[in-house]
Every structure is written in structure tokens, then in C-alpha cells.
């Protein structure tokens, strides 16, 4: 069982675990049910401590896997430092670092509170930085690691009203792909992992999602499935979904101005119409493939 999981998490050796941020529900949850399946070792962190406790209970019941559980709020300066601490004083490697941790505030830039802009800032860019930062020097030592950020397809262009969200997502796939660059050679990679709309509590309450068709909003356990395999597999970026990998990969490759048309475009009442069709256009062009 060791042997497989050393495999499983790209670690090179027994006693090293996969550490999940946000894995109290949606994306986070599902993430850490995708790595236990896998055999994988958890130390599961959020702030609800119930909903991890109940989470540990449940993938220790299915999968047999050790789960450690560390309530944590990374909006707060510290916490990711607290977190790093706690472990190495327990004695604890990890060998998978899956930063999922993430706030949304949707609406006008000035109508956002500032405290609020900066809460997203702290968990979205400064914990994940700073839990990436403390972890890798480990992996580096080991001569192995996995490293998955969850990004966004927003990421890949700048969308009005939740501008700050889109920006530090962005940040987030740069990040990504530089370190990607970095550790090349290592046996240390880093993933983004860059969902469109995901059926999560966050995002059904978006006002955003609601022009959006149904079939282009993927369930978190396909998301989550994904981005462990991509994860493991040690591939850079992971954009699920014919629709959203249609998306970014044609954004990247227009001008500067249509790309800000097109993200100010989510923001209309007609772009679940032009999403539709966009959809049926990149699943016609998959199945011409086939």
C-alpha cells in the first residue's frame, strides 16, 4: 500500500501526505476524495471544522487512508505559516500541495468593501503564495513533489465585476507556469488547475452563472477528477471542459482589446446565448476528431 501511494503522489517514498486547502466543501472536498481514492494520505484544512471532521470520518471509512484534519482561516496573516509550522513540528512531509482556498466578491470594483478586496487578496495570492514558498523547499530536497493550484478560466482574461478575482486567478496561472519553467528536471511540478463555472455553493450564488446554459456548468467532482490526474501526471495546465478550454485557448491568441470585449461580455444578458454556442461549436469541432 505504501508503494502505491509513493507512486500515486509523485513522491518517491512512504510517510508523505497530500495537503488540501478549502477541503470543506465544493472543489476542495471533491479534490480530497479524488487523491483518497488514489490511495493518497489527507491533512485536510479549512475553517469549518465540522465539515472536515466529517470529511476525514468518511474517506477513512471508504479508502482506508490516514487523514489528519487542521482548522485553519488563511485570511488571516500567519495562518499559512501556522499550518507549515504545525506540520513539520508533527513530523510530517508533504508531498502533494493542492492550494484550493478561495473567495469570490462579485460586483462594481468601488462597491466592494476594501476589507473585502483585501480578504480575497490574502487567501487568493499571499496564503497560496506563502504555503507554495514554504513547501517546495522540501520537495526540492526529496527530488520529488506535486504542487496544484486551482486558478480559474478566468484567469485567462480580465472580467468586470469581479475584476480583483479574475486579476488574482491570473496570478495564479503566471505563478504557476514560471514555477512549472523552475522546477523542470527537479521532480518537483506545479499544476493549474483552470475551472470555468463549477457547481458549488460560490458559484450558484453568482450572478454571473445565471446567463450561463446548464450544460456548460461542470460538477466539482469531474473538475476535481481532472485536476488530480493532471496533478499527478505532473502537466502544467488543466482547463476543464470542451467550452472553457475553447475559451482560453482562443483568448490567448487575440488582441489585448477583443480579449477585454470578451470578458466584459459575461457580464451582458446575451452572453448565455453566444456560451451556447460557442459550446456546441467546440463539441461538434471534438467530435470531427473522433
Known sequence: MQQARAKANGAGGPGEWVLVTGAS???????????????????????????????????????????KTMPADLSLPGAAEAIAGALEGAGVEVGVLVNNAGVIFEGDFAGIALDDHLRLLQINVVALTSLTRLFIPSMLKRG?????????????MPIPRVAAYAAAKAYVLSLTESLSEELRGTGVTATALCPGFTDTAMVRGSQLAKAFPARMIMSPKEIAELGCAACLKGETICVPGLANRFLTSGAQLLPRKLVRALGGMV?????????????????SGEETKK
Open 25 to 67: 466543501a465544493g472543489i476542495g472536498r471533491e479534490l480530497a476524495r479524488a487523491f483518497a481514492s488514489r490511495g493518497c494520505d489527507l491533512i485536510l484544512a479549512a475553517r469549518n471544522e465540522g465539515a472536515i471532521a466529517a470529511l476525514a470520518r468518511d474517506l477513512v471509512a471508504t479508502h482506508a487512508v490516514r487523514v
Open 267 to 283: 457580464n451582458v444578458r446575451g452572453w448565455g446565448k453566444t456560451a451556447s454556442a460557442l459550446y456546441s461549436r467546440a463539441a
Open 144 to 156: 520529488a513533489g506535486r504542487i496544484l493550484n486551482v486558478a480559474s478560466a478566468a484567469a485567462f
